[in-house]
């Protein structure tokens, strides 16, 4: 197993390492209006929170879209058709915490793990939003994201911007993508399994270092990120009383849910033209 005081020593090198390549975001950009894609409720607030709550404070218009339901995360332990209404109304709560308002928040409604298959559909619905809000920025999953639905969304937005032939700044969030080590720490029970945490450790440093170079100062809003995470009540707190249900704090032993609370959320930032 990796300890985590060779994770942490390894982490502190790499955002030494980082911050000689890195761009902070300009504080007029905060202004720029956004629609943000989240495959699930929480990821918004996961990803880019702090810099929604910083864009918002700057009035600029936020939309947030969540392309999923969010109803296979407990469904072994909840009715599909309650954790779905429950996953809703915890997103419009911290989507107002993090300062945007309930009629920009949109909800595509697709089933959580199948958004690919329901990939056109998707399509058109982005498409018409992104024809109607003309956002300046979009922000959407990071592309080395290995769920299904982050995948996915991703494609999706790409699609539909190709399709409307819209310009705008991608940026790009990560979310999943802290789950390697060094950024939490990674149980090997053998010397393959450890050589492949490794391995992926590499090159998630790497891409750390060398694509996720865009970053925007959060730590004036990191309690009120910290409040808008704790609506999603589902993912933060044990709502059955039985072990298998679990949390964000459970991942890692914490250490993937410290990722998000770091002084600066990181992107990988470009620029789409059709």
């Not at 058109?124 to 920025?137: F, H, M």
Request: proline letters at 4%.
């Amino acid at each position: 197993m990796h300890t985590s005081n060779a994770a942490a020593r390894a982490r502190r090198l790499l955002d030494w390492t980082r911050s000689r390549f890195s761009t902070a975001a300009a504080e007029e950009s905060l202004g720029r209006s956004a629609v943000l894609f989240a495959p699930h409720p929480d990821d918004e607030t996961l990803g880019a929170g702090g810099t929604i709550i910083r864009k918002t404070d700057a009035g600029a218009p936020v939309t947030l879209v969540f392309m999923t339901d969010g109803s296979r995360s407990h469904r072994h332990l909840m009715p599909v058709g309650q954790l779905r209404e429950l996953r809703l109304s915890e997103a419009r709560a911290a989507g107002m915490a993090l300062g945007v308002r309930d009629t920009d928040m949109l909800f595509l409604g697709h089933e959580d793990g199948a958004l690919e298959s329901s990939f056109d559909a998707a399509r058109a619905q982005v498409a018409a939003l992104l024809r109607e809000r003309r956002p300046d920025e979009v922000f959407l999953p990071y592309a080395r994201e290995t769920p299904a639905d982050h995948r996915a969304t991703r494609a999706i937005v790409l699609a539909a911007l190709g399709e409307v032939r819209a310009r705008a700044v991608l940026l790009e969030y990560p979310v999943w993508f802290w789950a390697h080590w060094p950024f939490a720490p990674v149980a090997a029970r053998c010397r393959r399994e450890l050589l492949r945490s490794w391995l992926d450790g590499v090159l998630a440093s790497a891409r750390y270092v060398g694509e996720l170079r865009h970053e925007v100062d959060v730590r004036g809003v990191l309690e009120r990120k910290r409040a808008a995470l704790e609506k999603h009540r589902s993912q933060v707190a044990r709502l059955v009383d039985d072990p298998r249900w679990l949390t964000l704090a459970d991942v890692a032993g914490g250490a993937f849910l410290r990722c998000f609370f770091q002084e600066r959320e990181v992107f990988r930032r470009s620029s789409f033209a059709p």
